[in-house]
T-cell receptor, first 112, second 114 residues
Framework: RKEVEQDPGPFNVPEGATVAFNCTYSNSASQSFFWYRQDCRKEPKLLMSVYSSGNEDGRFTAQLNRASQYISLLIRDSKLSDSATYLC?????????????FGRGTQLTVWP | NAGVTQTPKFQVLKTGQSMTLQCAQDMNHNSMYWYRQDPGMGLRLIYYSASEGTTDKGEVPNGYNVSRLNKREFSLRLESAAPSQTSVYFCANREGSESGSPLHFGNGTRLTVT
């Protein structure tokens, strides 16, 4: 089983829509969680960290469900500029190499 | 502040040639990483450095060597390039491997080996 799994999509939504992505992880001792955004042929950029109680940053909301071992990202009022690939990243507690595990990404296209 | 800077941005090599990808940070972070990204494969860790003078292999270290001579710089060397090493390479840093802090990436180096 992969450490981190994401639905690759693509998700195609109209402007203004609400869209949600999930990401499951296999290591129950995982400690830190992040969502990154990657535009085509660019580097991944941190979108937001995911906290145990859930957190919000403008139109973006991240949730953590430790019991079911998944994190989610909700985007409200989608903009054309939200079109990108969203990567889920997990940091297991005590991982060797200080290693973080990446999902393969979920592709989102927002159309006018 | 530039953050994490990679050079070159693009490179074309012939099979068997060697080259060094450079990475420098101005964030004073301890940990530095080299990843490669291929279509459908996601990001794969090549090498990692927890601190100056230490390096460890990641998932896909074969064909690569690294050097962490100081806190600021972490270079990746291809001694004899192969077409399978055609990829996009990202350098990243992190405050510390135990801190739970996120990674910060450089702009990437797009390497083609013919």
């Amino acid at each position: 089983r992969k450490e981190v799994e994401q639905d690759p999509g693509p998700f195609n939504v109209p402007e203004g829509a609400t869209v949600a992505f999930n990401c499951t992880y296999s290591n129950s001792a995982s400690q830190s969680f992040f969502w990154y955004r990657q535009d085509c042929r660019k580097e991944p950029k941190l979108l937001m960290s995911v906290y145990s109680s859930g957190n919000e940053d403008g139109r973006f909301t991240a949730q953590l469900n430790r019991a079911s071992q998944y994190i989610s990202l909700l985007i409200r009022d989608s903009k054309l500029s939200d079109s990108a690939t969203y990567l889920c990243v997990v940091n297991p507690r005590g991982s060797t190499l200080g290693r973080l595990y990446f999902g393969r990404g979920t592709q989102l296209t927002v159309w006018p | 502040n530039a953050g994490v800077t990679q050079t070159p941005k693009f490179q074309v090599l012939k099979t068997g040639q060697s080259m060094t990808l450079q990475c420098a940070q101005d964030m004073n972070h301890n940990s530095m990483y080299w990843y490669r990204q291929d279509p459908g494969m996601g990001l794969r860790l090549i090498y990692y450095s927890a601190s100056e003078g230490t390096t460890d292999k990641g998932e896909v270290p074969n064909g690569y060597n690294v050097s962490r001579l100081n806190k600021r710089e972490f270079s990746l060397r291809l001694e004899s390039a192969a077409p399978s090493q055609t990829s996009v390479y990202f350098c990243a840093n992190r405050e510390g491997s135990e801190s739970g802090s996120p990674l910060h990436f450089g702009n990437g180096t797009r390497l083609t080996v013919t």
